[in-house]
Structure formats: structure tokens, C-alpha cells
């Protein structure tokens, strides 16, 4: 590839966007992408983008099943806002994805698959190739079905197994375009269909006649490299927030000794963490699927009072069903982990789109005074850490936790530094040894104020917990009126003193200024985005990103009082400015929401955080 | 609480509790509990690893009046919770106690489900037919017709029997006793906790304030031989007061008869096998009703079977054989990693 003589230009990130059928191998072509992207030292991010119907109809708007990578040379912290370059297999993935192209943007097409019959399916009612509506992007009609087959038909494969190839011309094209080494993509292939060696020689004949489809038209004299990320060094991977999350208990499960029980009801988009639990029964991982939402937290409960590390995953309908229970794991005192992998909502909403609705149903989603540790996760890799964290603290304080996710994190991938579980904090849970004389259900620890942990089978322990109040100490069904005042109290309080424990929250920029941008969970990256790019060009605009939602970190305050405005940016409608609002009604909040199911725009956020700047 | 006397032979002074216990003057509760506290010193397991679990309801409160593990759960949700414990601890016996509100209603689904998976776990449904705690409206098991609190006109419901749902769970444990017996309840509970599987005993209890003389025709001194019949494995199916009444198959329905009676024998009664794989002979057994047929009552399906729990622990053995990842750190460099230097 070194002696292309055609006109290169570096560039700082490219997105590319794959779009095809569902049934198209559009997944596994943007996976093998982003995989030699990161193998050649680009940092990057990815977000698949599935239709809710397993096979919609092919050809149409429905089934279009994409896949969107954003590959830097400089730090990447999002699957990118617009492609520019996309690939769309058929009309439907054209008409489906125009919207989230540059202008400008580079479209390869497969032109065989744009005739009447398709764009009927796809609901066009003019030839977009014909109408104008393309002017002004580079529109490479690549002829990928006659030419995949074409390539391979002496190797006696039938029809629908060529059509499988096509996927690679495709890549092929994108190869050359973003001069990328054939070598690891052929690497990638032998592996990916190691099993069958027919198929690795059809699809890497298919991906080296896309390249040299490629190399001779005029449409892509103009190639574009984006170099490594500099200062990068150690050992990596991509991950998914799903699979961090089922890393991250497991990592804790090693860690405090306990085994890591997960009751679980399959629910889009958390259902992975189940699927990758279930896995991993070499590590002692039980996984409970259950009849439904309830059983699976009440049998999270149920180990968790036998010992286990109980744990629940669910998305925000499921959140709905387990409220009871949760009120349960804070009446026993029991940890609990409650994972919600948001989705829009409410009721069924938008199960595969992220949203940031279930802030205030985690918050006070239950009946009664029912304090949890609420945390979120900011990016598909930190999903790791605070699935640990979120273990830790409800062990060592015996209370409910739940972790916000999102269906952007879940699915979406990072690369990630691999860290060693060795320098991961110590889970010290307050587990009562037996015969223990001063043991009492509610006799607590003077500083954390959480009970101890009296797990059935110890001998001289056995004691009743429940869902009725129960008298401090001694644990005793009580009714008394100043009791119950003190155990609601205590309770708050539990979860309040864990601030002493937290770290301070981060300012990035200025740590004073005109603006600051507030926002938590999976926004993270659009948000360190915008106000980075904003800040380059010399804005005051500085950002601060909360993962601790209950307690809030120490200094939240302190942070607020010292920008002229604050604006608070979330995927909902409000909850955590009203909830900012409830703790700290001395400040204004602006708001900036989006409920679409779709992530922020880094554009529309900068152009929000300048109207701001301007007005006076 | 603690017997003095001996430290390894435990007797029922072990699972007593200081605490009043709170049920109404003439609960059935209060003999079931004798009987179960009869029963856990029999079971050869030791007294810090039993655990009772129970949802809402009277019967509910059953863990607080035994001095063992407990936990009080939420409404219906005994079983899910006792699945966890027994899971995440197979060294337990775990004991649910439930009624037919809070088994037959609100937890319906997880009664059925904890069954089909046939969990390690006792199950002493308390059935009174009634709900007793919220004082008196009628249950999923509240015969036709009946007045309560809200079917002051009579219930237009079908009421469940429960030994029908649980044979179409695929039960692999099924006794039905009645709250007047306690040796018959003792020497059924303590066959219950050998079974390796769910074992569901249902129990049938009288409500002395909201629902009294409910199971009467069932348990009254005059009537009980000839109303009930008592079910013991490989022996005949015979009942009544004078011994001279059985059960034999009649094409696919059951038919009561008389010994002496139509050239009737003693060698045409049924012989009762409660380990058959095969429940057809133990639902229509289930299913007899008054006037027709007795009420069966004792151990109506015992059958031979894996537990869930051993099932599970297998595969984790297995799975831990075979693996080549033997910490978190092995995994999350496993698979497709990259150096860059």
C-alpha cells in the first residue's frame, strides 16, 4: 500500500457508518473495522445501532441494522455525531441514515440493490439517485452484488451464501478510502471463520476485490489516514458497558470472597449481563433466570442474606416491578445490587433507545422512606469500576444499590486499558463470626451506622429479619411510634455518611467561571466533548460530571456557588436539576434536555453552551 | 433456649421462642407449629442451618415463633426468596411457609415456577380458604358460591385446588394433611424434608374467627374416617370407619366402593404408589372431592428426582474443571487484547 500515488490527507477522527439488512453481516463488518483500527493504535468508540424486530422484512426501513465506529487520532469519547463515510447496502439504509451524514459525507452504495423493487420497499417515491437529493456528497455506486459473486462463483458456493461475502467488498472499499492494512483484515477473517476454510477464502477474495474496485475509480482519488493515538502504551481491549458490568461483579466477587448470585428476567438492553454471568460458572457465578422481574430481585434478596453478593439487572419497566422488594432489601438492611440499563420510556417506550428517565424512580421509586446508593456510569469502560463500587458499598454499608446504565453505554464500546484486579479497593463485608455474644440483628457500626452481616448456618446467630419495622437493636417486631421515627432516620443517615467516603467531584476547565455544565451518567462523553472543543476555542465554559447521585459528592456545593450559570444537560426532562433543585435551591438552573432516545449531539450541544455564553 | 442436656441430640425445646406468640385463641397455626417443631429435631440437620421463609398473612409470621434463621418476606414472594437462600447456600433446608392468599393469589406465578424447577425447598401451604389477616374476604381457594366480606351475594369463582396446580408444575413432592393430626403432619413434614426437590404440603387449616368449621366435613371426629382417606406408599387405598371402603379404577375415573359390596374385594382396591413417575393416578387422587370420594390426604406423590440445586452444582464443578480462566484478571485479558509499546 506504500506506493499509492494518490492524494492523502490526515485527519484527526473519521466516523463510519455501516447500514444494511439485518441479515447483511453489517455488525461483524463495522466489529472487524474497529478492531484493525484499534489493533493500529486508534482510540475509538462504537455504537450499534439494531432495529427492535429480529427480521423485519428485507428491504425496508425496519430491518435496516447498523453499525457506527468513530476512529481517532486524538482522544475519542463518543461513537461520533455524523458519519463521514457511510456504507448503505440498499435503499432503505440510505433513506434511514441520510440524516446522520456530513455534508459532503463519502456514501458508498451497492447500486445493484437500487432499482424500483427497493426503493418501493423503502418507501422512496423518487429515484433518490435521480432526484437530486444526493447533490453535494460523494456518491460512490459500487455494483457489490454482481461483482462478490462474480469474484467467487468458482468456488461452488450457492447464491445465498455469496450474497453473505458482500459485507467484505464493501469493507474492501473502505480499506483503500482510510488506507488500512488488507493484512489484518484477512487476519481477522481467518480467525472470525477459523472452523471453515471455504468461507475465509470467499471472503477474503471478496475483501481484496473491494480494494482493487477501489483503487481504480476516479471517485476515490482522495484517501485519508488518521494516524495513532499518540501516548498510548499498555495493554488494551474494546468493551461494551454490559459486559464491564458483568466483569465488575465478578471482579468483586473474587475480591471479598463471596459468591456473585445474579436474579435476572431477560429485558432489553440489559439482558447481556445475564447472557455473560451465565458464562461464567467456573467462577462460581450462579445465575438465576427467573419468572419475572420480581422473583429475580427477591432471589438476589434471598443470597443475599444466605451470603451471596446479591445482584439484579434489569431496565427501567423491570426497575418498576422490583420496587417493592428494594423496599424490602432496605428494611432488612441487606446488600443488594439493582443494575438499571435505562431505556425510553414509559411502559414499553423505546426498548433498544437510551434515555435518562429512571433518575428519580431509582431515587424514590418505592413506597415508604427507602434510601439507596444511586450511582451511574459514565462510559462503557467505567462500567467496571462502578459495578465494583456499587458491590463494595453495599456490602460494607448493607444497603441497596443501584447502578444506572444506559442502552448507549451498554451496547456502545470504549477501548480500554486493562487494568489488574490487584489495585481495585479492598470489600471488607461485616460478616459476624459464630457464637459472637454481643451479636443483635440491628446493633450497628458506630461509624457507618450498617448492621452486621449474620449469615444462616453460623451457629449461635439465628435471627429473624422481615419487612416489618423492627426495634434498634434488638431486631424485634416493633410498632412503637419513636422507634420507627429513629430507624427511618438511621436509615437516611446510613446512606448520607457514606460522603465521608467518596471522592470529591472533578472540575474540568476553570474551576470558577461563566458557565458550568453539569450533567451525569452515560452523557459523559458528548459533554467532556463540547466543552473541550468549546474551551479550544476559547470559551469560559467548564464541566463537571456526577457518577455518585445519592449521596452527592461533599463539594457539589462549593462547586456551584463559584460559576455565574449552570446548566444542567440530562436525556429526560429535568430529574436531576429538580433533584439539584430540592438540595440546593440557593442556585439557578438552566436546563438543556433531550428525550428522543437518541445521545447528544456534540453540535447541538456547543450550540447550546454558546447561545448561553451570549446571552447576558 | 439453648438444650443444656445434650449438645448433639436436638429436641424441640431447641426451635422454641421466648416471644408471644400472636395467633388468635384456637388457630390451627398453633398445632402446625407444634408439629414442625417436632419435626426439625428429626431431620438430622443441624439447628443453625435451618431457615424459614414465609411471605404476608397469619401464617406468615410462622418464622418469628421458631428459633431458627427466618426471614419475613414481602407478600407472595416466599418462594423467589427461599430459592436465592437455598442456592447460594445448598447446606440449608429451607422451609417456606405460605397460605392460599399469598401462594395461590399475589404469588401464584413464583408457586408454580418454584415447583417446575423443583428447588430443594419445603413448602407448607396453609390453606384455610380465606384471608384471615385482612379479616375476612374470600381466596383463590374459597369455594364457590361462598358469602365473605366481599362476596356478600357469593363468590362467582372457581376456586384452585392446589395439588392440581402443583401436579401441572410437574411437583415432585405432593402431601395434603389436615391441621386436627399432628402425628400424621409431623411424620409427613419430616418425609417432606428428605425429598431432594420442592416438597409442597398443603395443609388443611381452620380459621377459627373468619372462617371456622371450613374443612369440618374433612375433619370432624364423627365423619373423618369416612371423609378422608390416608395415603401410605404400596399399601391399599382403603378408608372408613370400619376399614371396609376403597378406591379402584373404573375406565379413567376413580370409583368409591364398599369390601363385600357387588363382588368387591379387598384384592380389587388400589394399591397406592407415590413414587410412579407418571402423576396421572396421583391427580385424580388430587382431585377427589365430596360427597363422591374421601379427601386424600398424606403423601399423594413422592417421586424420586433430582433437585435443581444438585443439577446446578454439577455444572459449576464442570464448568470449573474445564476452564482455563482462573481469575477476573485471566478474563479480562482473554480473548481479542492488544499490546502497543
Not at chain 1, 138 to 149: D, E, G, M, Q, Y
Not at chain 1, 338 to 364: F, I, M, N
Not at chain 2, 88 to 97: E, Q, R, T
Request: proline share 5%; glycine share 10%; aromatic share 8%.
Amino acid at each position: 500500500m506504500g506506493n499509492k500515488n494518490n492524494k492523502v490527507i490526515e485527519l484527526d477522527d473519521v466516523v463510519v457508518k455501516f447500514a444494511g439488512d439485518s441479515g447483511d453481516g453489517m455488525q461483524l463488518t463495522g466489529t472487524q473495522f474497529s478492531d484493525i483500527s484499534a489493533f493500529v493504535g486508534n482510540d475509538l468508540a462504537t455504537f450499534p445501532d439494531y432495529p427492535s424486530e429480529i427480521r423485519a422484512p428485507q428491504g425496508t426501513i425496519a430491518g435496516v441494522s447498523g453499525f457506527q465506529v468513530h476512529i481517532g487520532h486524538k482522544e475519542i469519547h463518543t461513537s461520533g455525531d455524523l458519519a463521514d463515510v457511510l456504507v448503505a447496502m440498499n435503499p432503505a439504509a440510505l433513506k434511514a441514515n441520510m440524516k446522520w451524514v456530513k455534508p459532503g459525507a463519502t456514501i458508498i452504495i451497492d447500486i445493484d440493490n437500487f432499482d424500483n423493487k427497493h426503493y418501493k420497499k423503502a418507501g422512496y417515491v423518487e429515484d433518490p439517485l435521480g432526484d437530486g437529493s444526493l447533490e453535494g456528497y460523494n456518491i460512490v455506486k459500487a455494483p457489490i452484488t454482481v461483482l462478490s459473486r462474480a469474484t467467487i462463483r468458482d468456488l461452488g458456493l450457492d447464491t445465498k451464501t455469496m450474497d453473505k461475502t458482500k459485507n467484505q467488498f464493501a469493507a474492501g472499499i473502505l480499506y483503500w478510502l482510510l488506507n488500512r492494512d488488507l493484512n489484518l483484515g484477512e487476519d481477522f477473517l481467518k480467525d472470525k471463520f477459523k472452523n471453515k476454510p471455504i468461507l475465509v477464502k470467499a471472503n477474503i477474495k471478496v475483501l481484496r476485490a473491494g480494494y482493487n474496485f477501489a483503487e481504480t475509480i476516479e471517485a476515490l482519488s482522495t484517501t485519508y489516514r488518521v494516524l495513532p493515538t499518540k501516548n498510548r502504551k499498555g495493554k488494551f481491549r474494546n468493551i461494551t458497558g454490559n459486559l464491564a458490568i458483568a466483569w465488575g461483579f465478578m471482579a468483586a466477587s473474587e475480591r471479598s470472597g463471596r459468591p456473585l448470585f445474579l436474579g435476572s428476567y431477560p429485558i432489553t438492553p440489559a439482558t447481556e449481563i445475564l447472557q455473560e454471568l451465565s458464562k461464567r460458572k467456573n467462577f462460581g457465578v450462579i445465575t438465576f433466570q427467573a419468572e419475572d422481574e420480581i422473583a429475580g430481585v427477591c432471589a438476589a434478596i434471598g443470597a443475599s442474606y444466605a451470603g451471596n453478593i446479591g445482584v439484579t439487572s434489569t431496565s427501567g419497566p423491570g426497575l418498576s416491578l422490583k420496587s417493592e422488594a428494594i423496599g424490602l432489601a432496605v428494611m432488612t438492611e441487606l446488600p443488594l445490587v439493582v443494575v438499571d440499563v435505562q431505556r425510553g420510556g414509559p411502559a414499553t417506550g423505546l426498548p433498544t433507545k437510551p434515555e435518562q428517565s429512571d433518575l428519580l424512580q431509582a431515587l424514590y421509586g418505592r413506597n415508604g422512606e427507602s434510601p439507596v446508593i444511586v450511582l451511574a456510569a459514565s462510559t462503557p469502560a467505567n462500567c467496571f469500576y462502578y459495578a465494583y463500587l456499587a458491590v463494595k458499598l453495599s456490602l460494607e454499608h448493607m444497603t441497596p444499590v443501584i447502578l444506572l446504565s444506559d442502552g448507549y453505554l451498554a451496547s456502545g464500546s470504549e477501548i480500554w486499558q486493562i487494568p489488574d484486579t490487584k489495585n481495585l479497593p479492598d470489600i471488607n463485608p461485616p460478616i459476624v463470626k459464630e457464637n459472637d455474644k454481643n451479636y443483635k440483628p440491628y446493633r450497628r457500626d458506630p461509624d457507618t451506622l450498617s448492621r452486621y452481616w449474620a449469615l444462616p448456618g453460623t451457629k449461635g446467630l439465628r435471627h429473624r429479619v422481615g419487612g416489618l419495622e423492627k426495634e434498634d437493636v434488638t431486631g424485634v417486631v416493633s410498632h412503637d411510634p419513636l422507634n420507627h421515627q429513629k430507624m427511618v432516620n438511621i436509615r437516611e443517615q446510613k446512606v448520607q455518611r457514606l460522603v465521608g467516603e467518596i471522592p470529591d467531584q472533578k472540575v474540568i476547565g476553570n474551576d470558577s467561571g461563566d458557565l458550568l455544565v453539569v450533567g451525569w451518567g452515560g452523557t459523559y462523553g458528548a459533554l467532556l466533548t463540547a466543552v473541550t472543543e468549546l474551551q479550544k476555542e476559547g470559551k469560559d465554559v467548564s464541566f463537571t460530571q456526577f457518577n455518585y447521585i445519592k449521596p452527592l459528592p461533599r463539594n457539589t456545593e462549593e462547586i456551584f456557588r463559584r460559576f455565574k450559570r449552570i446548566v444542567v444537560c440530562e436525556l429526560n426532562l429535568g430529574q436531576f436539576a429538580n433533584y439539584l433543585r430540592s438540595l440546593f435551591p440557593q442556585f439557578t438552573y438552566l436546563q438543556y434536555n433531550k428525550i428522543q432516545g437518541l445521545p447528544y449531539m456534540i453540535y447541538e450541544l456547543k450550540k447550546r453552551f454558546s447561545q448561553i455564553l451570549e446571552e447576558k | 433456649m439453648e438444650n443444656k442436656n445434650n449438645n448433639n441430640i436436638l429436641t424441640k425445646k431447641d426451635f422454641a421462642v421466648g416471644q408471644q406468640v400472636k395467633w388468635c385463641a384456637g388457630c390451627g397455626n398453633y398445632s402446625i407449629l407444634s408439629a414442625v417443631t417436632n419435626t426439625l429435631p428429626e431431620i438430622g440437620v443441624k439447628k443453625e442451618n435451618v431457615v424459614f421463609v414465609s411471605g404476608i398473612g397469619c401464617s406468615s409470621r410462622f418464622p418469628y415463633y421458631v428459633n431458627t434463621y427466618g426471614f419475613h418476606g414481602i407478600h407472595g414472594r416466599a418462594a423467589p426468596i427461599a430459592s436465592g437462600i437455598k442456592l447460594a447456600n445448598p447446606d440449608l433446608s429451607v422451609w417456606i411457609i405460605t397460605g392460599d392468599g399469598d401462594s395461590m393469589a399475589i404469588g401464584g406465578n413464583h408457586f408454580i415456577h418454584i415447583l417446575r424447577r423443583n428447588i430443594n425447598v419445603n413448602i407448607l401451604l396453609i390453606n384455610n380458604k380465606i384471608y384471615g389477616l385482612t379479616k375476612g374476604q374470600y381466596s383463590p381457594t374459597t369455594p364457590f358460591g361462598s358469602i365473605t366480606k366481599t362476596s356478600p351475594d357469593g363468590t362467582v369463582e372457581n376456586p384452585f385446588k392446589p395439588g392440581e396446580l402443583a401436579m401441572g408444575a410437574e411437583a415432585t413432592f405432593y402431601a395434603r394433611v389436615v391441621d386436627t393430626e399432628p402425628k400424621k403432619m409431623t411424620e409427613v413434614f419430616i418425609e417432606a424434608a428428605k425429598h431432594n426437590g420442592t416438597s409442597l404440603v398443603e395443609i388443611l387449616e381452620n380459621c377459627v374467627i373468619f372462617n371456622n368449621q371450613v374443612h369440618s366435613s374433612i375433619t370432624g371426629k364423627d365423619v373423618k374416617d369416612d371423609n378422608q382417606i390416608y395415603l401410605e406408599h404400596g399399601k391399599r387405598m382403603i378408608f372408613g370407619k370400619e376399614h371396609n371402603k376403597g378406591l379402584i379404577l373404573n375406565g379413567l375415573k376413580l370409583e368409591a366402593v364398599t369390601i363385600g359390596e357387588n363382588g368387591i374385594t379387598e384384592d380389587d382396591i388400589l394399591i397406592h404408589d407415590a413414587r410412579d413417575s407418571d402423576d396421572t393416578m396421583h391427580y385424580l387422587l388430587t382431585r377427589m372431592t365430596l360427597p363422591e370420594y374421601p379427601i386424600a390426604t398424606g403423601i399423594i406423590r413422592s417421586f424420586k428426582s433430582t433437585g435443581y440445586g444438585t443439577l446446578l452444582q454439577e455444572k459449576i464443578e464442570d464448568a470449573k474443571e474445564i476452564t482455563k480462566l482462573h481469575s477476573v484478571n485471566d478474563l479480562l485479558n482473554s480473548g481479542n487484547t492488544w499490546e502497543i509499546n
